[in-house]
């Protein structure tokens, strides 16, 4: 946008803040089962997740596409297809599962890392008491790993602040809390979040641990299996 370009988001599933925040500098946010889609021509195709993916080659079969790959678990397993001209992975770890797992070409694959915006997050000085910040959808796959952290919250009588929305696949893990535990839904303004904590949590290395480390928060990183086994 900010380059003169014409951008378009498109998903299945459409609005909340993020969609407000897009369409405020021009962007157009369309759902992907609109209709006349192929009516407008587009010079880069960029997907994530493997349903959008599949989606847009079977929309665009003659054009390229770049798509970044999030995670090294079987449930973002990447799309294979000669008409994937570029995979992305958010991490080294993600990019050699591509590698030798998929039998994707190196010459295919880059490791960018998720983008933050160093504007929003900065040094901050620490706040008084211990405070862990765990951000993520509370799905089945996260459930180990946050019961873990309420446990370790409630032996070292820290506080816990976990965010994130509940899935189709939470299962009720987190509806009675411990007084040290707070729960809040997804928000754009996770900076205030990280200012309350005193160190970070998260599944694999994600957004907030690089924000946490930018604020000069430590972070635990929890590596977890197919099932969300720590």
């Not at 962007?27 to 349903?51: F, G, K, M």
Request: charged share 20%.
């Amino acid at each position: 946008m900010f380059r003169g370009h014409r951008v378009t988001i498109g998903a299945y599933k459409i609005g909340g803040e993020i969609s407000a925040r897009a369409k405020v500098l021009g962007i157009l946010v369309r759902c992907l089962d609109e209709p006349l889609w192929r009516a407008v021509p587009y010079d880069i195709i960029h997907t994530s997740q493997p349903n959008p993916t599949n989606w847009a080659l079977k929309q665009f079969p003659q054009q390229k596409i770049i798509t970044t790959i999030h995670s090294s678990l079987q449930l973002e397993a990447p799309v294979l297809d000669a008409r994937i001209g570029h995979y992305i992975c958010v991490r080294p770890e993600v990019q050699a599962k591509l590698i030798a797992g998929d039998d994707i070409p190196a010459r295919r694959t880059s490791v960018i890392y998720n983008p933050i915006d160093v504007l929003r997050f900065v040094a901050l000085p620490f706040p008084v008491g211990a405070c862990t910040l765990f951000c993520g959808t509370m799905d089945n796959i996260r459930k180990a790993t946050v019961q873990h952290l309420i446990s370790l919250a409630q032996q070292m009588n820290t506080r816990l602040l976990l965010v994130g929305d509940k899935t189709h696949t939470y299962d009720g893990y987190i509806e009675t809390l411990p007084t040290c535990v707070e729960w809040h839904p997804s928000t754009w303004s996770i900076e205030k979040y990280v200012a309350q904590c005193s160190e970070t949590a998260s599944v694999f290395m994600g957004r907030t641990t690089v924000e946490g480390w930018i604020a000069n928060r430590a972070c635990w990183i929890f590596d977890i299996d197919e099932s969300g086994g720590i």
